[in-house]
């Protein structure tokens, strides 16, 4: 037993030392410009990955004062793209009504290959927004087309789709924390 939780913490703490300093502050970065234009940026995922930018939409709203929207939270709108278009249509679909120029779309992916988040990410920079790819190294994928595709990305160094959300609501602490200091 002693050993399962040795190996699950090592290769947590292996992940977040891995981790790129200068990405997650040139994210900051872009989000403390962001705010002080007046966009908003949106967070999308699925599963796990959408709890953490859920979680994170309340935290960047409440203690940052950035406009933060979590597409997942708009249920209703994800389940009629889903249903009346196709599931990866549900954060492009309400891209199409919210995006605006000088928003964000920061996307979440364990494996960067959700075709959901690609394809909104894909409108996204069609219409020439920033976009940040957060993933990590299921499948040993290397974070996907997601870190091929937007403009900033940052890779959760593990294998693991546990440790992956771990790490990313680490790195969202971490920006938060980053930004308000």
Known sequence: MKSFFENYTQDLINAINSLDWNILQAIADKLIELKKNGHTVYLIGNGGSSATPSHSAGDW???????????????PSVTAFANDTDYANIFKGQLETFLEMGDIVIGYSGSGNSPNVINAIDYAKSKGNFTIGISGDYNNKKGGKLVQMTNLSIVANTSSMERIEDIHLIINHIIKEYIKA
């Not at 709203?61 to 249920?75: A, F, G, P, S, V």
């Open 61 to 75: 709203t409440k203690e940052l004062r950035i406009k933060t929207i979590c597409l997942t939270d708009n249920t």
